[in-house]
């Protein structure tokens, strides 16, 4: 028996089809953080340990944040407020959960900040979303540091 000379060369797999991103899905924005040395080394360690990058990582923290304030409308993964059901699912939480939600939220801000937030910004309707909208819509041209 002879044994042929030419290796065997595998089929070459069929390239994978790519997800089509969803224009309205599109991270547009940029957020430039200054930070100490000490703080992005620690970020990048926790970052590798989640498998994700830096930049993902932080912005997950960020999105956690703003969607553990009850004030807030809901954000899915990617920062995008919701719309139909599941917003109008949080928006309309009964009084006692929006409390509870409430005193999480507080107790996090006074272990984070060192300080609770007063009583009254629970009341404020002017923390409320529908009326922080307005002030996004006459500053949308503006950029804050």
Do not use: C
């Not at 991270?27 to 498998?51: E, F, K, M």
């Not at 409308?73 to 929006?98: C, E, N, W, Y």
């Not at 404020?124 to 006459?138: C, F, H, R, S």
Request: aromatic residues 6%; charged residues 30%; glycine residues 4%.
């Amino acid at each position: 028996m002879v044994k042929d000379s030419k290796p065997k060369v595998a089929a070459a797999a069929a390239p994978r089809a790519k997800r089509q991103a969803r224009p309205d899905d599109a991270r547009s924005g940029r957020l430039i953080l200054r930070a100490h040395p000490d703080l992005l080394q620690v970020l990048t360690v926790r970052a590798r340990v989640a498998g994700i990058s830096r930049s993902r990582y932080v912005e997950r923290l960020l999105i956690a944040w703003l969607n553990a304030d009850p004030r807030n409308p809901r954000m899915d993964a990617v920062g995008k407020i919701r719309t139909g059901f599941d917003q109008a699912r949080h928006a309309a939480p009964s009084a006692l959960a929006r409390a509870e939600r409430w005193t999480r939220y507080n107790s996090a801000h006074a272990a984070l900040f060192g300080v609770p937030l007063p009583d009254s910004d629970f009341e404020d309707p002017e923390q409320e979303w529908d009326a922080a909208k307005t002030l996004i819509d006459v500053d949308a041209g503006g950029d804050d540091d």
